[in-house]
Structure formats: structure tokens, C-alpha cells
């Protein structure tokens, strides 16, 4: 229990050699008293008492000291307390959102060590921390906790673990400025020492930030010191660079390129054709199933998205599959997205069930054994696609670099045939601030075209302003 009920007293003498000098102060009633060797350091010591008085610190009833002092004792280290962090996040977070966490928090344990002899070599402390220390198994009472609490790490990953257990630093060491800098240089750098992506350092810095919230939350610190460093993180343009989107008549060579690449190829053109035609995300297409379409024998036709399958290691998801099971990205767990798709893509889907029919759950689209398409394999047959439909000088350029570059060409084509913003966001499972976020300069070049519109209006109602 803390309180505000401190009284000290003055220093006494007592027969004593060893600490001739007592001080002694009352807690909420509770008498505390400290023995010293020479009444400078009995001096001392009351100077820190009353300062803390002073500064109008509690004090803890049962230790006497104050506040700050018994969060210093109690501190945990680092390594403990991002592990505990890892734990507290892993029930609610996507398979993705856990690597991502155990990335970031395997860059800044690694910084935030005293250093010392027989460190471990920095790829084995790397991979022991990564897939050890913060990644989650559940235990026998089903509580999650690091995988190296349930199961034996290698020789080398428990030798490496049990040297950052003894030389990580504090919480509260942490909170100095100099700890985080080099916390922060550590996230932003990739292991050949160049810096890595924006977005990364961003989003890793998100997760320091997090967990020294939770630091606090936990009465390991008392506020969030990471604010006061002069340190900002990197400003991103996410704007997508439409000089390497593939237009209409390059993404249709691209989608017969990949078809032409035998029965893979041929399994694999409708894949590719969700994405353009329909916006699609290739972990959108690899869940979709046929209960999910409506494709008639003539015009348009409707997906109804409910599901998305992430590819991801098998490690970091709740049933040990190498993809996750999830409702769509950034919606509800139960919400599903409606895309009218044109009768191209309604014959592709039509012509892919007649000849594969669908995997035993339903999903048209499977790996050769019958699981998730990998995005390992339909990278291949989009690299070779690329190889076959792109100029030789274009090859090694990034136009239509990866298969989601597809998604890019779709919705740039809407919003060029005009399609309103917001049913474009509605249709791509995005909202609108997104949208202009991605493909601004597509949207503002379609401002002359809104323009001449409303011209065109206010003269037929006579009020096109010419006569001022």
C-alpha cells in the first residue's frame, strides 16, 4: 500500500562499531529504520527521504522506501518484460501482427544488453530470441507462454538465451535516453547494417512504444519515456508508383502468359484474374470458395468475400497450419464484401470450375497437394509470366513487379472509367481515407474530369458564371 504519511526524524547515535549512526522515519505508522557507518552517509540517505517528500512521492507502507526506489528494485529485466509483453499481445493478434512483434522485440533485446565476454554468435541470439523467447505455445493449463518454458530450445538457443537472461538490461534502465537511441537504432537498421524500409521502422517503433506502455501498465515505469526522445520516425509515401502498374492491355498479356505455362499455369489464370478483375488479395483468393460466387451464364456476376487465408510460418498461428484463419483485413470477424466482377472474369471462374472443380472444403484455388496455393508457387509462374510478356529491357525493371501489382491495376482502372471513390474503397475492402492515401495522384487527375462535368451542369441551368 502506498502513502502519502511520511514523517523522518533526526539522526541519533547508538553503541554501535559497525553503524554508530540510525535513521529512522514512520510509513503510514509503520517505523523503518537504516543503520549507517558515519552520520555523512546517514546525511545522505535522509536528503533522499526528504526529497522524495519534498517532490510529494508516496512512499510504500511495508518497505518504507519510496515509490521510485521500489520500482527500481522490482524492476524486471528487459528480456522478461518483453516476453511478458509478447505473451499479453499473442491471443487477439493476427499470425502476421506475432511476427511482426517478435521481429521488433528481437531487435531491441538485442541492443538493450551490458555487453560481457562469451556473447553468442548474433545469427544463433537472433533465431533463439525470434523463434524461442517470443514465439507463444500454450502450456498444459492452456495459458500461452514462451515456447522456451514448454519446450527444449537446441543446445546453442538455450546457451544463447541464458547469456541475454544475465546481461539484459532493466525496465528502468531502459528508460534512459541513451538505452532507447540505441533501441531505436537497432529497429531501424537490417542485419547488413543498411537501413531498413520506412514503413518497418515505423511500425517497429509502434511496437517499442507499446511495449513501454505496458511497462507502465505494469508499474515498471512510471510514464512512457519514449516521447521525450528527439527521435522521429521516418515519413512514408505509400502512394502507389503507377509508372510500374501494368495497364489494361500489359496485365491481359500478363494473365495469358500465365496460362500458357501449362496445368499450373491453367490453374492458376483465374488466381491471378481475381486480383486484377476483381481487387482482390491473394489471401482473399486463396480463401474463396465456390459458395462465395455467383457467376450466371451471361453479364456480371458477384463475389461475396467472407474470409482471408495470410500465408504465414506454421509457428505463429493457433492451429499450427502455415496460414491463418481470419475474417477480411480490417473488418469485423463476420463481415463479408460484396464485388460485382465482369463476365470476363465470370467465364475465367466458370471455365477454372469445369476443369479443377474445387478442393474438398470448397476453395477453387490449391497447391498441387491440395493445401493452400504458397505464395512461393505462384510467384514462380508470375516471374516467368512477367519474363514472357514484358520487353527484355522491362524484365529487370519493377513494372508489374509482384503479383499484387494486379490489385493496383484494377482499382487505378476504376477510378480512371470513373467509378465513384467511395464505392471503389467499398469494392477494393478499404475505406476511403486509405484510398486517397494509395492513389491520390490518380484521384486528382480525375478532378479536371469532375470539373468539366459541373461546367457542363451549370450551363445547362444557365449559371456557368460567364456573364460576371
Known amino acids: 500500500m502506498y502513502t502519502y504519511d511520511v514523517r523522518i526524524w533526526g539522526i541519533r547515535s547508538r553503541q554501535s562499531k559497525s553503524a554508530p549512526y540510525q535513521l529512522r522515519w514512520i510509513v503510514g505508522g509503520e517505523e523503518h529504520q537504516a543503520p549507517f557507518l558515519t552520520k555523512t552517509l546517514a546525511d545522505g540517505r535522509r536528503s533522499q527521504l526528504m526529497s522524495a517528500v519534498r517532490d510529494g512521492e508516496q512512499f510504500d507502507v511495508t518497505s518504507g522506501l519510496p515509490v521510485s526506489e521500489l520500482r527500481q528494485l522490482k524492476s524486471p529485466t528487459w528480456f522478461e518484460h518483453a516476453r511478458a509483453y509478447t505473451c499479453m499481445k499473442w491471443p487477439g493478434a493476427a499470425a502476421k501482427h506475432r511476427v511482426g512483434i517478435a521481429e521488433a522485440m528481437t531487435n531491441v533485446t538485442m541492443a538493450l544488453v551490458t555487453g560481457g565476454k562469451a556473447a553468442p554468435d548474433p545469427k544463433v541470439l537472433r533465431l533463439a530470441l525470434r523463434t524461442w523467447a517470443f514465439q507463444m505455445k500454450q502450456d498444459a493449463t492452456g495459458s500461452f507462454v514462451a515456447r522456451m518454458e514448454v519446450e527444449e530450445p537446441p543446445a546453442d538457443a538455450a546457451q544463447a538465451l541464458e547469456w541475454m537472461a544475465k546481461h539484459s538490461l532493466r525496465v528502468s534502465e531502459v528508460a534512459e535516453s541513451k538505452n532507447l537511441r540505441r533501441a531505436l537504432t537497432a529497429l531501424s537498421r537490417l542485419l547488413n547494417g543498411k537501413r531498413a524500409a520506412d514503413n518497418t521502422v515505423r511500425r517497429k517503433r509502434a511496437v517499442l512504444s507499446n511495449a513501454l506502455r505496458y511497462a507502465v501498465e505494469c508499474d515498471a515505469l512510471p510514464t512512457n519515456p519514449l516521447p521525450k526522445v528527439d527521435w522521429d520516425p521516418p515519413q512514408t509515401d505509400d502512394e502507389v508508383d503507377f509508372q510500374y502498374v501494368p495497364g489494361p492491355e500489359l496485365a491481359s498479356r500478363l494473365l495469358d502468359a500465365v496460362r500458357a505455362q501449362g496445368h499450373r499455369g491453367e490453374h492458376l489464370h483465374a488466381f491471378f484474374g481475381c486480383m486484377y478483375y ?26 461475396v468475400l467472407r474470409r482471408s487465408r495470410p500465408e504465414v510460418g506454421a509457428g505463429w498461428t493457433d492451429g499450427g497450419t502455415p496460414y491463418d484463419e481470419r475474417g477480411l483485413k480490417r473488418r469485423a470477424r463476420k463481415a463479408t464484401r460484396s464485388v460485382p466482377i465482369p463476365p470476363v472474369l465470370v467465364l475465367m471462374l466458370r471455365a477454372h470450375l469445369n476443369c479443377d472443380g474445387i478442393a474438398t472444403d470448397g476453395r477453387l484455388f490449391r497447391a498441387v497437394e491440395g493445401g493452400r496455393v504458397g505464395s512461393n508457387e505462384y510467384t514462380r509462374v508470375w516471374d516467368e509470366a512477367r519474363r514472357q510478356a514484358l520487353p527484355a529491357p522491362d524484365v529487370e525493371t519493377p513494372l508489374a513487379e509482384v503479383p499484387y501489382s494486379l490489385r493496383h491495376a484494377c482499382v487505378s482502372l476504376w477510378i480512371k472509367a470513373g467509378v465513384d471513390p467511395v464505392e471503389v474503397a467499398r469494392r477494393a475492402g478499404h475505406s476511403v481515407a486509405v484510398l486517397w492515401k494509395f492513389y491520390a495522384k490518380i484521384l486528382r487527375g480525375q478532378q479536371q474530369v469532375s470539373n468539366q462535368l459541373i461546367d457542363q451542369a451549370l450551363a445547362e441551368d444557365g449559371t456557368s458564371g460567364e456573364s460576371y
Open 278 to 303: 476483381a481487387a482482390m488479395r491473394p489471401s482473399e483468393v486463396a480463401a474463396l470458395t465456390k459458395a462465395d460466387c455467383k457467376l450466371p451464364s451471361k453479364g456480371w456476376g458477384e463475389l
